[in-house]
Protein backbone atom coordinates (compact mmCIF):
# COMPACT_ATOMS: atom_id res chain seq x y z
CA UNK A 1 0.00 0.00 0.00
CA UNK A 2 1.00 3.63 -1.00
CA UNK A 3 2.23 5.66 2.15
CA UNK A 4 1.30 9.28 1.55
CA UNK A 5 2.02 12.61 3.70
CA UNK A 6 1.13 15.89 3.84
CA UNK A 7 3.25 18.86 3.95
CA UNK A 8 3.67 22.23 3.64
CA UNK A 9 2.98 23.52 -0.03
CA UNK A 10 5.43 26.49 1.06
CA UNK A 11 6.84 25.66 4.38
CA UNK A 12 7.07 28.83 6.90
CA UNK A 13 10.87 27.56 7.18
CA UNK A 14 11.96 27.68 3.61
CA UNK A 15 12.58 24.00 3.41
CA UNK A 16 15.58 24.42 6.66
CA UNK A 17 14.11 21.16 7.65
CA UNK A 18 11.95 22.62 10.52
CA UNK A 19 8.91 21.58 9.84
CA UNK A 20 7.64 18.41 11.73
CA UNK A 21 6.79 16.64 7.99
CA UNK A 22 10.79 16.07 7.72
CA UNK A 23 10.47 13.67 11.07
CA UNK A 24 8.01 11.68 9.39
CA UNK A 25 10.00 11.81 6.17
CA UNK A 26 13.60 10.68 8.10
CA UNK A 27 11.78 7.81 9.37
CA UNK A 28 10.29 6.88 6.67
CA UNK A 29 13.88 6.77 5.17
CA UNK A 30 15.67 5.11 7.75
CA UNK A 31 12.72 2.52 7.53
CA UNK A 32 13.21 2.47 3.50
CA UNK A 33 9.77 2.73 3.12
CA UNK A 34 9.23 4.99 -0.20
CA UNK A 35 6.77 7.33 0.18
CA UNK A 36 4.32 10.23 -1.79
CA UNK A 37 3.69 13.88 -0.54
CA UNK A 38 0.28 15.69 -0.62
CA UNK A 39 1.31 19.78 -0.39
CA UNK A 40 -1.43 21.67 1.60
CA UNK A 41 -1.37 25.04 1.75
CA UNK A 42 -2.69 27.13 4.92
CA UNK A 43 -6.36 27.55 3.55
CA UNK A 44 -6.53 24.03 2.43
CA UNK A 45 -5.26 22.92 6.14
CA UNK A 46 -8.45 24.38 7.55
CA UNK A 47 -10.94 22.50 5.06
CA UNK A 48 -13.17 19.73 5.75
CA UNK A 49 -11.09 17.78 3.56
CA UNK A 50 -8.07 18.02 5.70
CA UNK A 51 -9.81 18.08 9.14
CA UNK A 52 -11.07 14.87 8.83
CA UNK A 53 -7.38 13.52 8.63
CA UNK A 54 -5.85 16.00 11.01
CA UNK A 55 -8.38 17.42 14.00
CA UNK A 56 -6.41 20.46 14.48
CA UNK A 57 -6.02 21.42 10.77
CA UNK A 58 -1.75 20.80 10.99
CA UNK A 59 0.73 18.77 9.13
CA UNK A 60 1.89 16.28 8.50
CA UNK A 61 -0.80 13.14 8.28
CA UNK A 62 -0.31 9.88 7.32
CA UNK A 63 -2.30 7.91 4.99
CA UNK A 64 -1.65 4.02 4.31
CA UNK A 65 -4.25 1.96 3.04
CA UNK A 66 -7.64 2.43 5.56
CA UNK A 67 -5.00 3.58 8.54
CA UNK A 68 -4.98 7.41 8.91
CA UNK A 69 -2.41 9.18 11.83
CA UNK A 70 -1.92 12.55 12.63
CA UNK A 71 1.11 13.61 15.41
CA UNK A 72 4.65 13.32 14.19
CA UNK A 73 5.09 10.76 17.58
CA UNK A 74 2.32 8.60 16.65
CA UNK A 75 3.97 8.38 13.36
CA UNK A 76 7.06 7.36 14.25
CA UNK A 77 6.11 5.29 16.85
CA UNK A 78 4.36 3.47 14.00
CA UNK A 79 6.63 3.28 11.24
CA UNK A 80 9.11 2.20 14.36
CA UNK A 81 7.21 -0.79 15.70
CA UNK A 82 6.01 -2.03 12.07
CA UNK A 83 9.51 -1.88 10.69
CA UNK A 84 12.62 -2.85 11.92
CA UNK A 85 15.61 -0.13 12.06
CA UNK A 86 14.06 2.24 14.65
CA UNK A 87 13.63 0.42 17.73
CA UNK A 88 15.80 -2.34 19.76
CA UNK A 89 14.88 -5.91 19.25
CA UNK A 90 15.57 -6.10 23.02
CA UNK A 91 12.43 -5.29 25.17
CA UNK A 92 13.73 -3.09 27.71
CA UNK A 93 15.99 -1.37 25.49
CA UNK A 94 12.91 -0.77 23.25
CA UNK A 95 10.82 0.36 26.07
CA UNK A 96 13.62 2.84 26.60
CA UNK A 97 13.88 4.40 23.12
CA UNK A 98 10.17 4.93 23.45
CA UNK A 99 10.56 6.56 26.67
CA UNK A 100 13.57 9.36 24.68
CA UNK A 101 10.47 9.94 22.14
CA UNK A 102 7.97 11.04 24.78
CA UNK A 103 10.98 13.02 26.51
CA UNK A 104 11.94 14.73 23.10
CA UNK A 105 8.20 15.74 22.70
CA UNK A 106 6.89 16.32 26.39
CA UNK A 107 9.85 17.46 28.34
CA UNK A 108 12.20 19.29 25.70
CA UNK A 109 10.24 20.66 23.16
CA UNK A 110 7.48 22.53 25.30
CA UNK A 111 9.96 25.06 26.15
CA UNK A 112 12.21 25.23 22.76
CA UNK A 113 8.22 26.28 21.26
CA UNK A 114 7.69 29.12 23.94
CA UNK A 115 11.01 30.70 22.42
CA UNK A 116 9.29 30.62 18.90
CA UNK A 117 5.85 31.78 20.46
CA UNK A 118 8.19 34.55 22.77
CA UNK A 119 10.15 35.67 19.92
CA UNK A 120 8.03 36.12 16.84
CA UNK A 121 4.08 36.56 18.62
CA UNK A 122 4.91 37.87 21.48
CA UNK A 123 7.70 39.92 20.81
CA UNK A 124 5.95 43.67 20.54
CA UNK A 125 4.05 43.11 23.88
CA UNK A 126 5.72 45.05 26.93
CA UNK A 127 6.87 41.99 28.85
CA UNK A 128 8.36 40.30 25.89
CA UNK A 129 11.85 41.34 27.33
CA UNK A 130 11.27 40.34 30.45
CA UNK A 131 9.45 37.03 29.57
CA UNK A 132 12.53 36.05 26.67
CA UNK A 133 15.10 35.62 29.40
CA UNK A 134 13.35 33.43 31.71
CA UNK A 135 12.36 31.38 28.65
CA UNK A 136 15.59 30.88 27.78
CA UNK A 137 16.70 29.95 31.13
CA UNK A 138 14.49 27.20 31.31
CA UNK A 139 15.51 25.73 27.69
CA UNK A 140 19.55 25.82 28.84
CA UNK A 141 17.92 23.77 32.32
CA UNK A 142 16.83 21.50 30.16
CA UNK A 143 19.82 21.34 27.58
CA UNK A 144 21.96 20.64 30.79
CA UNK A 145 19.91 17.82 32.01
CA UNK A 146 20.12 16.15 28.84
CA UNK A 147 23.74 17.02 27.80
CA UNK A 148 24.70 15.23 31.35
CA UNK A 149 22.60 11.98 30.27
CA UNK A 150 24.40 12.09 26.91
CA UNK A 151 27.63 12.62 27.99
CA UNK A 152 30.29 11.28 25.58
CA UNK A 153 28.22 8.87 23.99
CA UNK A 154 27.04 8.99 20.11
CA UNK A 155 23.52 7.93 21.12
CA UNK A 156 20.80 8.73 24.03
CA UNK A 157 20.56 4.51 24.60
CA UNK A 158 23.40 2.42 22.48
CA UNK A 159 22.59 2.24 18.73
CA UNK A 160 20.51 4.99 16.91
CA UNK A 161 16.87 4.79 17.19
CA UNK A 162 13.41 6.39 17.24
CA UNK A 163 14.21 8.26 20.63
CA UNK A 164 17.68 9.84 19.01
CA UNK A 165 15.19 10.35 15.86
CA UNK A 166 12.67 12.97 17.95
CA UNK A 167 15.57 14.42 19.93
CA UNK A 168 17.41 15.69 17.07
CA UNK A 169 14.77 16.70 15.43
CA UNK A 170 13.33 18.94 18.37
CA UNK A 171 16.86 20.11 19.04
CA UNK A 172 17.14 21.37 15.50
CA UNK A 173 14.67 24.03 15.99
CA UNK A 174 17.19 25.76 18.60
CA UNK A 175 19.72 26.26 16.30
CA UNK A 176 19.06 29.54 14.90
CA UNK A 177 18.84 30.76 18.64
CA UNK A 178 22.44 30.48 19.14
CA UNK A 179 21.71 28.61 22.47
CA UNK A 180 22.51 24.82 21.39
CA UNK A 181 26.26 26.25 20.70
CA UNK A 182 26.17 26.95 24.09
CA UNK A 183 26.28 22.79 24.54
CA UNK A 184 28.78 21.40 22.12
CA UNK A 185 28.27 17.95 23.04
CA UNK A 186 24.73 18.32 22.49
CA UNK A 187 25.50 20.17 19.03
CA UNK A 188 27.68 17.21 17.77
CA UNK A 189 24.80 15.08 18.61
CA UNK A 190 22.49 17.29 16.56
CA UNK A 191 24.98 16.93 14.27
CA UNK A 192 25.71 13.16 14.02
CA UNK A 193 22.14 12.93 12.98
CA UNK A 194 22.23 15.03 10.79
CA UNK A 195 25.29 13.52 8.72
CA UNK A 196 23.01 9.94 8.73
CA UNK A 197 21.70 9.24 5.00
CA UNK A 198 18.73 8.99 5.85
CA UNK A 199 18.29 12.19 7.37
CA UNK A 200 20.40 13.87 3.87
CA UNK A 201 17.53 12.19 1.64
CA UNK A 202 14.09 13.56 4.33
CA UNK A 203 16.02 16.70 4.17
CA UNK A 204 16.78 17.07 0.39
CA UNK A 205 12.77 16.47 -0.08
CA UNK A 206 11.62 19.34 1.63
CA UNK A 207 14.05 21.58 0.58
CA UNK A 208 12.69 20.47 -2.60
CA UNK A 209 9.44 21.38 -2.50
CA UNK A 210 10.39 24.60 -1.33
CA UNK A 211 13.49 25.70 -3.40
CA UNK A 212 11.38 24.96 -6.54
CA UNK A 213 9.08 28.01 -5.31
CA UNK A 214 9.36 31.57 -5.37
CA UNK A 215 10.46 33.57 -2.50
CA UNK A 216 7.26 36.20 -1.71
CA UNK A 217 8.25 39.73 -2.36
Known sequence: MTIVITAFERSPDGGKGLARDTRVRWALEEVGRPYETRLVSFAAMKEPA????????????????????????????????????????????????????????????????????AKFQEGDRPWAK??????????????????????????????????????????????PSGILDEFPGLAAYVARGEARPAYQRAFAAQWAVNAAKPQAG
Open 50 to 117: HLRLHPFGQIPTYEEGDLALFETGAIVLHLAQSHPGLLPDDADARARAIAWMFAALNTVEPPILDLVV
Open 130 to 175: ERLPRVEDRIRHRLMQLAARLGDADWLDGAFSAGDLMMVSVLLRLR
